[in-house]
C-alpha cells in the first residue's frame, strides 16, 4: 500500500530553519506531483508548496515565497520543505501528500491529493 512518512518537525526559534522530509513508497514517484500542506489548531488545513513529478514545476503559497523551497529528489522517492526564517505563524502540523498526475498545473486543494502522511509538528518559538 502507499505510505508517506514524515520527518524533521520539531521546535525552532523564531528566525531559525528546518527541513521536512517525506518518503513515499508503494507508488510510483515519478507519476506523482507532490504537495505540502499545514494546519494549525483550530484552523483548516491550508496548502503550503507544490512539485510537479520532475521537480521542474513549483509553487508557494504567499505567505512562505522567499522563506520555503520544495524539492524532490526521484531516486530516493523522497520530497524536501526547507523552511528558512521562521515564523511563530508556522506553527502547525505539516503533510505532505501524492496527486497522481504528469501536468505541471499546480494543485492547491487538499481533495486534489489522493495519499497523505500522517504530519509531523513544527512548533516556532518566539
Known amino acids: 500500500q502507499v505510505q508517506l512518512v514524515e520527518s524533521g518537525g520539531g521546535l525552532v526559534q523564531a528566525g531559525g530553519s528546518l527541513r521536512l522530509s517525506c518518503a513515499a513508497s508503494?507508488?510510483?514517484?515519478?507519476?506523482?506531483?507532490m504537495g505540502w500542506f499545514r494546519q494549525a489548531p483550530g484552523k483548516e488545513r491550508e496548502f503550503v508548496a507544490t512539485i510537479s513529478w520532475s521537480g521542474g514545476s513549483t509553487y508557494y503559497t504567499n505567505s512562505v515565497k522567499g522563506r520555503f523551497a520544495i524539492s524532490r529528489d526521484n531516486a530516493k522517492n523522497t520530497v524536501y520543505l526547507q523552511m528558512n526564517n521562521l515564523k511563530p505563524e508556522d506553527t502547525a502540523v505539516y503533510y505532505c501528500a501524492a496527486r497522481n498526475t504528469r501536468t505541471v498545473v499546480p494543485a492547491t486543494s487538499a481533495y486534489q491529493y489522493a495519499y497523505w502522511g500522517q504530519g509531523t509538528q513544527v512548533t516556532v518559538s518566539s
Open positions: 508503494g507508488l510510483t514517484f515519478t507519476s506523482y506531483a
